[in-house]
């Protein structure tokens, strides 16, 4: 029973060869193909919407300097929320719910964000490492904190995004395992769980398009610091 609940987070095969990249390319379908117009129909037009939008929020706490990346991190935010939102389908496979996938998206971006502020301010850079005014001997321990602290960012990351996916996938397939056994023995109780198992749908598209969110927003600020 245990492994069956963990099945969905298996990478699926055909041949024996994993699909996980092309679970993680099928979202671009979905993208309009380039046309002799900008705006071919009404899908087009509200995907040129979202993507204002997105980039308006994830440019808005970074200085000019900082819109260099906004290519980059409104793409990473399209991926994500596209992937996110198409694992709350049913017989797809989410491949943000693996922790692999989530550090090699975060580990780079992060390492990036880090050297462009060592390369353009290294002064300010290595004096986020040491609050002005700190007691003299506080400064090693303070120092060591703080490197801790800047080298776990990635790990946050991709912890955070792995484990919020990975808790709402179970609770769903946990509440539609109870509600279809419930089913024949207690009728009224099944249509209860189905009723809860629906809001927890719509808290997890919420969850799913948050998720993507803030990992992009996350990436964002870290950039701010070090430009």
């Not at 699909?19 to 509200?46: C, H, V, Y």
């Not at 440019?59 to 991926?79: D, E, Q």
């Amino acid at each position: 029973m245990n492994l069956s609940f963990f099945d969905q987070f298996t990478s699926p095969c055909l041949l024996g060869i994993p699909l996980i990249l092309l679970s993680m390319l099928f979202p671009a379908l979905l993208l309009p193909s380039p046309g002799s117009r900008w705006i071919t129909n009404r899908l087009s037009t509200l995907q040129s919407w979202c993507i204002d939008l997105i980039t308006k929020q994830l440019m808005t706490p970074l200085n000019k300097n900082g819109h260099k990346w906004a290519l980059i991190l409104t793409s990473l935010m399209i991926l994500l929320l596209s992937i996110n939102l198409l694992g709350l389908l049913p017989y797809t496979f989410t491949p943000t719910t693996q922790l692999s996938m989530n550090m090699a998206l975060a580990f780079p971006l992060w390492l990036a964000t880090l050297l462009t502020g060592l390369r353009n301010q290294p002064s300010a850079s290595l004096g986020h490492l040491l609050p002005e005014g700190t007691p003299t001997p506080l400064i090693p321990a303070l120092i060591l904190i703080e490197t801790t602290s800047l080298l776990i960012r990635p790990l946050a990351l991709g912890v955070r995004l792995t484990a919020n996916l990975t808790a709402g996938h179970l609770l769903i397939q946990l509440i539609s395992t109870a509600s279809t056994a419930l089913l024949s023995i207690m009728p009224a109780i099944s249509i209860l769980t189905t009723i809860i198992l629906l809001l927890l749908t719509i808290l997890e598209v919420a969850v799913a398009m948050i998720q993507a969110y803030v990992f992009v927003l996350l990436l964002s600020l870290y950039l701010q610091e070090n430009i």
